[in-house]
């Protein structure tokens, strides 16, 4: 660590929901000529990539060993309930695969330790399942 402060982003477009894990950086925002996206950084070399392109109604994506986590929401207090599109979804860092993680209308994803614990907010009871991340 050398103290040293340095801008991640300088696109003056709106990022936000920044995670850090080890050499990574991801976050979600507009860069120009571009839709909502979940971008990368890798620290090491600088390299900025963009995962995915979402058009809206995205939250919170993450960052853990080799996988993104993001997810896709919908209000689900507005009838009828539209689904298309929404769940929560990983991006292998090493493969490029994209998996849809959950079909839920409002995702929640939490990752620690190789698990990835999604929850669903929108009905009671509430659904709640693991995914385990092999190595």
């Known amino acids: 660590m050398t ?4 801008p991640i982003v300088q696109s003056g477009a709106i990022n936000r929901s920044p995670s850090v894990y080890r050499d990574y950086v991801v ?5 120009p000529a571009s839709e909502d996206a979940v971008w990368l950084l ?3 070399t600088g390299e900025i ?3 995915t392109e979402v058009p809206g109604g995205m939250s919170r994506p993450q960052v853990s060993d080799q996988r993104v986590f993001w997810t896709v929401k919908a209000a689900c207090d507005v009838r009828p309930i ?5 769940g929560a979804f990983a991006h292998d860092l090493d493969t490029g695969i994209m998996l849809q993680l959950s079909g839920y209308v409002e995702p929640r994803v939490e990752i620690d330790s190789g698990i990835a614990v999604i929850a669903e907010g929108c009905f009671i009871p509430q659904r709640v399942f693991a995914v385990f991340l092999d190595g």
């Open 42 to 44: 890798d620290l090491k």
């Open 3 to 6: 103290g040293e402060e340095r």
């Open 49 to 51: 990539r963009k995962i």
């Open 82 to 86: 539209t689904k298309e599109g929404t």
């Open 27 to 31: 976050w979600e925002g507009t860069q």
